[in-house]
């Protein structure tokens, strides 16, 4: 994950404030409810882009996610409604609006990639977790319509400022490759740089390199049967259950709350514990159950303070 | 008025000596009363509860605490009330303990309770026998509860719960887990019986505040949840009534 600093996103100093406390409670409720979760929309425009104003504060999870999200918004004191089930719910704290998007327009998902190429940068003090700036190109392409014409500007902001990895882009272009061909070609006419190569095989992947070899309709074709393969997802999946498990009931750890996340070889933990010698037995359990993986391990160690004030009931 | 601090899942394990000492010997003043809602342990084992014990050792009002799940994973339950009460903890299960605080009598009730879930997600006692003793360990420790409650005898009537009696204290946790966490019967033996405040522990993602749909305040004061060492709590008027004082003689349906 890189690291840079986002420019200012709002106007009044007023603003400004509210803003950057309600993004700080959204913030919090995210971090806490363990859910995986980027930032898009202005937020991440301005902060990989141009610095542009934004009134209110996008958040990308997966669909299974939304509901937690909307939970933790509603746990931090956000007014929340599920207004479409389909892509969008929202939370709403002093006037600020968060739009929790589980599906971008052209069927765009947080897919495991995408979180795993996320990038932290520092924003008034605080670290947000922002998807790449390849990604947010692609959503962004998507997006863009006759009434939302400054998605295409935000794009191409994005290739101007933005260090891009071509090979991503082009991988991750395959959702509207005439879109994002468009954007590149369209970026070029605007003095904005952009590799020849990528230009050349988003046309190959568009146009392909000679005429289609076989006339014979694809519905006569008989395919192969494949071998049925447990998905990496589901794999993982059983992973995590198997470790969770094994935390549990290790009677070194015990802990019942720690957040397992797979990459590849990787396995993120997160979470709280009370003691430095209980995270440090999670990293030994964790290593003896999946040897082979690289462990980081974010566990927070919780410290406590006296309450400052007495609740009264009556 | 008295104050009460409160606090649950502080699992100890022996590494936490004098982790909440300093905490403990600063309620001397600020409290009458500290009441423990369970998981006192990380492994249920009874060297991790002298730890606690003596982190307690220095604090001059009475403590009342009872065991959470943790607490009995070692099957070590017995013992681990034994040495907590040979610290002048007044460790109790299915049980009420009276302590006197500025002449008003406080009644203190402690139940472990169990899951078994809420409206629309409910375990019942139906088909193969762990479904079975699951749902009628749930059931049980309500009856338990219900009938320690209106026994109970007390200026101030407060309930402690290692879990849930509400739904509302658990907003933050994942939905599937809501059955482990808790049950609504535990909430209507309270509200049947009557009682001033409930505390409970058990839910670390949970929410700090609920009420049990008869209106009686219920906190979560899970050491996760409240971030603090324990949380104070002034109880203003005695006597919350339940169903049955709010209409005497009618044998409230849910009772």
Known sequence: ???????????????????????????????????????????????????????????????????????????????????????????????????????????????????????????????????????????????????????????????????????????????????????LIYAQSNDVWVPKHAIDRLYRIVFGDSPPKSSVSEAFVVKKPQLRVISRGKHNETLVAKLRECFAEDPRVHELDIQIEIFDNKLILRGEVLTVDRREAITEVAKEVFPAYEIENQIRVSSLREPSEVEEIR | MIRVAAVGDVHYDRGCRNRLKYFFEALNGRADLLVLTGDLTKSGLTEEAEVLADDLRGISVPVVAILGNHDYHQDQQQQIHEVLRAANILSIEGDSTVVEVHGKRVAVVGVKGFGGGFGGGCCTEFGEPETKAFARHAKNQADLLRECVQKAEGDYKIVLLHYSPVESTLLGERRELYPFLGSYLLANAIDCAGADIVFHGHSHFGTERGTTPGGIPVRNVAQMVIRHAYNIYSLVEAGHPGYEDLRPGQNHSLC
């Open chain 1, 1 to 183: 994950m890189s690291m840079r600093a986002i420019k200012s996103t709002t106007e009044s100093p007023e603003m400004v404030d509210r803003f950057d406390r309600v993004l700080s409670d959204a913030i919090e409720a995210l971090e806490e409810s363990g859910i995986k979760y980027a930032f898009i929309g202005g937020i991440a425009s301005g902060g990989l882009g141009r610095p542009r104003t934004t009134r209110d504060i996008d958040v990308f999870v997966r669909p299974e996610d939304a509901e937690s999200c909307l939970r933790a918004l509603t746990k931090h004191g956000f007014r929340t409604e599920h207004t479409d089930p389909n892509w969008l719910y929202k939370g709403f704290k002093e006037n600020i609006m968060v739009d929790v998007i589980f599906k971008s327009k052209g069927d765009i998902y947080l897919d495991s990639e995408m979180y795993q190429r996320m990038i932290t940068a520092e924003f008034h003090g605080k670290q947000v977790r922002l998807v790449a700036p390849e990604d947010l190109i692609i959503i962004k392409v998507i997006a863009h319509g006759e009434v939302t014409p400054g998605h295409w500007h935000d794009a191409l902001a994005l290739l101007l400022h933005a260090n891009i990895d071509w090979e991503y882009l082009i991988r991750r272009a395959r959702r509207a490759p005439r879109r994002v061909l468009s954007l």
